[in-house]
């Protein structure tokens, strides 16, 4: 059984990454905001979490910063997720982190990401 799952994406990044709460937070008042306003709305998803809170919000700037203490970290939760992530939440790494990495960041992912990335940087170069 996966030990993360793509609908409870939200509460590990929260859990996980202290840089990320904040700006979960402003989402999750933004989406109140939406809700009472248009009653019904949902709330993001994995996809809308991943690529705004966890890609644009945190990881992307600390790889554009020089950041390398938070981009290992960023790093070690990419690293969990495809090990850990259940199938639908992979595929959300894959088309909102792991493009971005493979096309941009190729040399800091091989230098700071775990072995699983790694491996893929290697078998795509």
């Known amino acids: 059984m996966p030990a993360v799952r793509y609908h409870d994406f939200r509460a590990y990044l929260r859990r996980r990454l202290p840089e990320a709460r904040p700006l979960l937070a402003a989402m999750e008042a933004e989406e109140a905001e939406d809700a009472a306003e248009a009653p019904g709305m949902a709330p993001a998803d994995a996809y809308g979490v991943m690529s705004v809170i966890f890609w ?9 910063a020089g950041d390398e203490r938070l981009a290992a970290e960023c ?4 690293e969990e997720l495809m090990r850990d992530a259940d199938e639908n939440l992979a595929q959300v790494l894959y088309i909102r982190v792991l493009e971005w990495l493979m096309a941009e ?3 800091q992912s091989a230098r700071l990401g775990g072995e699983l990335l790694r491996d893929l940087v290697e078998a795509t170069s």
Do not use: N, Q, Y
């Open 105 to 107: 960041w190729r040399e």
């Open 56 to 64: 644009w919000g945190v990881f992307e700037p600390a790889l554009r």
């Open 75 to 78: 790093f070690g939760i990419v």
